[in-house]
């Protein structure tokens, strides 16, 4: 099983260090980073499959439900604050959950269990529409999707598929826990991923460019 994937953003270095204490002990986490300032948090959400941001609300650079605005949707957001006033703001953008401090760890497994739920309960398929024809792909017959303008195409062994929408909108729809975007044009099925060589991820024997944004993450994730 892969693992979810979290950051931690609060000012507070105590409470940075008590919820990547929270992570250790769970085996089925992996803190990738933690930040003081939700600036620096940004670049690692747009270019890294982050499934967890668990979130300060009260900081001084900005706001964590200001930042909470501009993570992707397909990253689940724990919202982390001593002032229960920000529950009904934090829950109106759709958070996964929202830990009021003191957070015990009782009520910290809690809300990563409620990701695990959804991640089990996802549907294995997405349906593309092409032309006037609707197509069901399930996650494991495509191999990876390849952005031409303004459509994409999904590769599978024996047929492509020509969709119009953007790369940017299947990000959000399709599975982290499968699905990784390696480069503007390109997301691939991590598992059917075989090799890593130079700049290039191989797919039974096509070739996929990495890009260098995304080299560093693709090598940790993948291999």
């Given amino acids: 099983m892969n693992k979810i994937k979290c950051i ?95 957070i015990t760890f009782e009520r910290f497994l809690k809300a990563v269990n409620k990701f695990k739920k959804e991640e089990v309960e996802f549907n294995d398929n997405i349906t593309v529409r092409s032309g006037y024809d609707l197509h069901k792909l399930k996650y494991d017959q495509i191999l990876y999707i390849e952005s031409d303008s303004e459509y994409v195409i999904f590769h599978t062994s024996d047929r492509k598929i020509m969709s119009h929408q953007t790369l940017k909108s299947l990000v959000q729809k399709l599975p982290s826990s499968i699905f990784m975007k390696v480069h503007r044009s390109f997301i691939v099925n991590k598992k059917k991923v075989s090799a890593l060589k130079g700049r290039n991820l191989l797919i039974t024997d096509i070739k996929i460019p990495v890009s260098d944004s995304y080299f560093e993450v693709v090598k940790k994730d993948l291999f």
């Fill in 8 to 102: 931690v953003v609060d000012d507070e270095e105590l409470a940075r260090a008590l919820l990547k204490s929270y992570i250790d002990k769970v085996d089925f986490l992996e803190l990738v980073d933690s930040f003081e300032n939700p600036i620096d948090a940004m670049l690692i959400t747009k270019n890294a499959d982050i499934d967890i941001v668990f979130l300060d609300i009260q900081m001084p650079e900005l706001r964590g439900i200001d930042f909470a605005k501009m993570v992707d949707s397909s990253t689940k957001v724990v919202f982390t604050t001593a002032y229960s006033e920000y529950a009904l703001e934090g829950f109106e953008l759709n958070a996964l959950d929202y830990l009021l401090k003191p």
